[in-house]
Nanobody
């Protein structure tokens, strides 16, 4: 049974930092591109960042480029999202998702999803 479990969300101040983790089980993690997506209240889910399975290429939405960093540890079956210089508009539920043999950038291709972790950025 595949499981993706996000953690690390919480309350942060504007300009602060949080580090999200997504622990995967039940799959060959190294074969999966991993994506981070978010959904703010009243808005559609949007792509945030991803890291591919093959060469570790990273991808970012323009809104987070330069502030967020995605990484993965295949030995720990875990993907991370380091979020710095947080803004109120970063407030959302953050989901990780997995795409076998892919980049992780297209939500329509993602095969597995976590349940999400809430990030709230307050001023």
């Amino acid at each position: 049974q595949v499981q993706l479990v996000e953690s690390g969300g919480g309350l942060a101040q504007v300009g602060g930092s949080l580090r999200l983790s997504c622990a995967a089980s039940g799959l060959s993690f190294y074969l999966y591109g991993m994506g981070w997506y978010r959904q703010a209240p009243g808005k559609e889910r949007e792509f945030v960042s991803a890291i591919s399975w093959a060469n570790g290429n990273t991808y970012y939405a323009d809104s987070v480029k330069g502030r967020f960093t995605v990484s993965r540890d295949n030995a720990k079956n875990t993907v991370y999202l380091q979020m710095n210089s947080l803004k109120p508009e970063d407030t959302a539920v953050y989901y990780c998702a997995a795409e076998r043999l892919g980049a992780g950038t297209n939500p329509n291709n993602m095969e597995e999803w976590g349940k999400g972790t809430l990030v709230t950025v307050s001023s």
